[in-house]
Structure formats: structure tokens, C-alpha cells
């Protein structure tokens, strides 16, 4: 049976609770204990499936097709372990749930209330595989005080008290600001939010401090004297130059060592980091660098493309090089000529999205790699944008378009629609339908889909298998009619699903490397095992710069 910890912030957003959860996740596991780790979101969303990616960053999409929060790329990242649907809930689910049972009279008349209804419902998903693990780690999203997340801290404290005494222990997260005027660093916030949290029956056992230097040994009494934690058990979470230096930061702080005595295992495993010191080590010795352009239409905002950033971050380390990313609105290059700025790069990059607006820089941008032999990895929308440019270019097909873009206009002009809205197709052993006013939210193709490779082709050599499963989050295919015409130029669908009828990837023949791909591989990438797609696109990237 699991032990669990509870993850809760205070003070402000956005201090690293999801890093910190990953990181003592993978610690836990390199003193050899298995972990899971879930995020419990108090917004009224059933998912972040319809959220702008403005509004909330990525979505990051599971093997079983549920749709969650970017932290749970984190946890999958630092950990290795695939994230499932039950590894995230919102109060919008937890409400649509309970809501449900009431309309179905499982609660036989009662009043459906937030105690004992809503915080039961958070109490079960809470109890989901707990005999699969020996740690679950649960971070609460938002901050303590905050109202809607109310519901979450009265569940966990039920929880906490219908388990076993040392079943169950708080980490909370705060942060320790540096008044530069008077020159001191400031634990009141954090007193506040501890007594915030003590306030709704809820006691950390640890605390973690972010801050921008070390915590001097008189703070950190101070804060374990009025926080009543013990001093050992006051972690810094200090800036890094990279994520991935956390587990190994927070080791020589005593985090793990502060959680196990916290649940009185003694003596403790030894810890194995070497994974993490190789990781770290490929981080600060590199053998050169490379640019990466991508070209994006959410590029205001980096936590929209978090996944890609980090996989990319992932290539570099499989390769030893540094690799610098320009994040460019694909809008800029739908009324300038793209040459003149990217031909500075040694790739590019185009990711996914939603909807018209800034597609026709991104087909520019994919025309420039295609006929400058600069390495291009397409993926979804970046994909779809590839073939539309092939088509126009190259099949000399120049009213080419999709239906995503064009089908409200469709009677004012005429367009041939390479890339379709996909009405059906096959997940497991069942057909799936979808019409085009159905809801937006979950109706996309998600999740883990077999896609088989063509032997000889360049994504085959990449993957060193001709079989291969990925992630996918979209509503749109390439139209498999154009086929034949494609490749007769050059266009190579080099990648198809098991039945033959939706394009995975395609990729251009005789080019150094340009490959499309309509899933996501960022989603499975981590720094010990980069993806394959990624390891290989940056190596292409550090032979284009040494060309250049």
C-alpha cells in the first residue's frame, strides 16, 4: 500500500511545485522505490482540453488519450513513468461527476453537498492504484487561501485522517523574497501561508523555500521555529541553470532524506543518481551549439510549447551540444520574405496549433527548409502545413488547402482540400465517429496509436524499427488521395497506420533531413532517453552548423 504526499503552494503561483513533485519523484526512485505522481486542478474546466494555450500552456496528452496539465509532462520527464487519465482531475470533473451520480439517484435523495459529496469524489480518485506504488505523490494546483481550492485541502486532510497514522505527509511550497533595500531575506510570507494552511487543519512537514540564494542557518531556524517544522526539514529550492539540475540540488539539500525520516523509514536506501550526475554532466560539457527556429503562433508564451522545448533540450544532451531555440510568429512570415531571417538557423521547427492564423508563414517557413536543405521537423499542424506547401510547390497543386482553414468559405472559392476533418477511424477494436459541430472538448484523436514505418525510409533508420506507437492530439488528416501524386514528387508518406488510410509521416526525398509527423514524440521524450525524432534532428542541426 502507498505512502502518499501531498504537494500544496503558497504565497504566489508559478514557483516550481510541479518541478519539485518530478524531482522528488525521481529521487524517491533512485533510492529505489516506485512512484506516481497525479496533479488535483481546483479550475472549473473538466480538462485543459479547450483552454488557449495562452491561458494555460500546453495540454499535455497521456497514452489513454486524456488530455492534463503540462506538469504532468514534468512528472513523466523526471520519472520515466507514463502518466494516465486517472493521474489528473479538476474540480470541473469532480463536479460533472458528482453531478452525474446525483441525476443517476446514487446518492438515494441525500442533499449533494461539498462535505461529504464533492471531498468523497477527491477522496476516491485520490485512491486510484494506491497498492500499485510505494509513494503517490498528489500536487494541489493554485495556492493555500485560494477559494476554489478549498474543496482539494479539506479532502486531503479527511484523507489524512482515515489513513494510518505516518501514512500521509505535507509539502509546502513558499516563497522566501529578498528585500534588496534593506538587504534581507523575508520568511514572513511563508509564516502567513503556513498559518493559512494550519488554519484549514493541514501542517507541513517539510517546507520548500524557493529563493534566489542559499537560506542562512538564522532564517532557517526562524522558519522552523515558527512553522513547526524542524530545521533539517527547511529545504532551499534555489534558481538553476537548468531543470534538470533539481534531483541533484535538492538531494544535497535533503529533500528525499527529509521525506523518508518524515515517514520514519529508517535506515533509508542509497541513493543511485548517476543517471541524474550523467544528465547534468551533458548539460554543462557540451561540443558546440546549434539555433533552432521555431515557428510557432503561440510563441508569446514558451509554456505553450513546453514539451518541445524540453525535447529539443533532450536532442542537445544526446548529442552534446547546446542548443539556443528563437521562438518566431509564424504571422511575421505571412508578409515578409522568411529567407533573410532564417537562414541564420541550423533547423527548424514547426509545432502544432489550432485554426488559420499564421499558417501561411508557417507553409513559407516550410518551403525555405525544403529548398534550402535546411533540417525541418514538422509536427501536427507543422506536418499538415509541410504537405500543403508540397502540393502547391511540388504537385503544382496551387489552390491547395484544409478544410480546418477553408471549409466556412468553401462556397465563395474553389480549393482542393488536401488536409480533411477526420469523421472516423479506428482506436483498438472499435470504429470511432466524429462529426464537425460536435463539442470541442475530447472529441480530438488521443492518445497511443500504432503507426507501421516503411523499411528503408530515413524515419525507419531514425527509429531503428519499422513499428512504432506515439501520442496524437488532433481533428484534421492528410488526405491519403494525394498520395501517389505527392510522392511522385518527392513527398514520401513514409509512415501510415496499421489499416493504411491515415498518413503518420511523411518526409522529403533526397533532402539532408525533413521529416513531418502528425502525433506528438515530445510528449514521450526524457533527458536520460531522448526521443528518437529529437536525438536525430539535432544531429542533423550540428552538421548543418558545421556546413555553415
Keep these: ?98 453531478l452525474e451520480k446525483e441525476r443517476r439517484g446514487d446518492y438515494l435523495g441525500k442533499t449533494i453537498q461539498v462535505i461529504p459529496h464533492v471531498t468523497n469524489e477527491i477522496k476516491d480518485f485520490i485512491r486510484i492504484g494506491e497498492d500499485e506504488v510505494d509513494f503517490m505523490l498528489c500536487e494541489i494546483g493554485g495556492t493555500v487561501g485560494d477559494i476554489e481550492g478549498l474543496p482539494f485541502f479539506e479532502a486531503i486532510r479527511q484523507f489524512s485522517q482515515e489513513k494510518p497514522r505516518g501514512d500521509c505527509i505535507f509539502m509546502h511550497l513558499t516563497l522566501l523574497p529578498y528585500i534588496a533595500a534593506s538587504g534581507e531575506l523575508k520568511t514572513k510570507p511563508t509564516q502567513h501561508s503556513v498559518k493559512e494552511l494550519r488554519s484549514i487543519g493541514l501542517a507541513p512537514d517539510i517546507l520548500v523555500c524557493r529563493s534566489e540564494g542559499p537560506i542562512p542557518e538564522k532564517e532557517r531556524e526562524k522558519l522552523a521555529l515558527f512553522c513547526n517544522v524542524r530545521p533539517e526539514s527547511v529545504i532551499a529550492a534555489q534558481d538553476l541553470k537548468s531543470i534538470y539540475e533539481a534531483p541533484l540540488a535538492y538531494h544535497r539539500e535533503g529533500m528525499d532524506q527529509a521525506v523518508l525520516d518524515a515517514f520514519g523509514i529508517s535506515p533509508a536506501p542509497k541513493p543511485n543518481l548517476r543517471r541524474w550526475e550523467d544528465v547534468v554532466d551533458r548539460i554543462h560539457n557540451t561540443d558546440g551549439e546549434v539555433r533552432v527556429a521555431i515557428v510557432g503562433k503561440y510563441t508569446q508564451l514558451e509554456d505553450a510549447y513546453k514539451s518541445i522545448a524540453e525535447a529539443l533540450t533532450h536532442g542537445g544532451l544526446a548529442n552534446r551540444v547546446k542548443v539556443h531555440v528563437d521562438w518566431v510568429d509564424s504571422e511575421i512570415f505571412e508578409s515578409e520574405d522568411p529567407g533573410p531571417f532564417l537562414e541564420r538557423f541550423n533547423a527548424i521547427l514547426v509545432p502544432g496549433g489550432f485554426g488559420e492564423r499564421g499558417t501561411e508563414g508557417k507553409i513559407n517557413a516550410a518551403q525555405f527548409a525544403r529548398e534550402k536543405g535546411v533540417p525541418y521537423l514538422g509536427i501536427c499542424l507543422g506536418m499538415q502545413m509541410a504537405v500543403i506547401e508540397a502540393a502547391r510547390n511540388m504537385a503544382d497543386m496551387g489552390d491547395a488547402g484544409s478544410e480546418e482553414f477553408d471549409h466556412e468559405d468553401v462556397k465563395s472559392r474553389s480549393y482542393t482540400p488536401v488536409v480533411y476533418h477526420l469523421k472516423e477511424w479506428v482506436q483498438g477494436n472499435h470504429k470511432v465517429t466524429r462529426k464537425a459541430n460536435d463539442d470541442k472538448g475530447g472529441t480530438m484523436r488521443l492518445g497511443a496509436y500504432d503507426a507501421l514505418l516503411t523499411d528503408g525510409s530515413k524515419v525507419a533508420d531514425v527509429y531503428g524499427d519499422t513499428a512504432i506507437e506515439e501520442r496524437h492530439r488532433h481533428r484534421y488528416e492528410v488526405d491519403i488521395r494525394f498520395r501517389e501524386k505527392l510522392e511522385a514528387q518527392g513527398l514520401i508518406f513514409s509512415g501510415m497506420s496499421p489499416d493504411g488510410r491515415l498518413p503518420e509521416i511523411v518526409e522529403v526525398k533526397d533532402h539532408p533531413w525533413f521529416i513531418g509527423v502528425q502525433f506528438h514524440p515530445e510528449l514521450k521524450s526524457k533527458p536520460f532517453a531522448p526521443h528518437p525524432l529529437f536525438a536525430d534532428f539535432i544531429r542533423a542541426a550540428k552538421e548543418q552548423s558545421r556546413l555553415v
Design 1 to 98: 500500500m502507498a505512502r502518499f504526499i501531498f504537494i500544496t503552494g503558497g504565497v504566489v503561483s508559478s514557483l516550481g511545485k510541479g518541478l519539485a513533485s518530478a524531482a522528488l519523484g525521481a529521487l524517491l526512485q533512485a533510492r529505489g522505490y516506485t512512484v506516481r505522481l497525479r496533479k488535483l486542478d481546483p479550475y472549473l474546466n473538466v480538462d485543459p482540453g479547450t483552454m488557449s494555450p495562452f491561458e494555460h500552456g500546453e495540454v499535455f496528452v497521456t497514452d489513454d488519450g486524456a488530455e492534463t496539465d503540462l506538469d504532468l509532462g514534468h512528472y513523466e520527464r523526471f520519472t520515466g513513468v507514463a502518466a494516465r487519465s486517472t493521474d489528473s482531475i479538476s474540480s470541473g470533473r469532480v463536479y460533472s461527476n458528482v
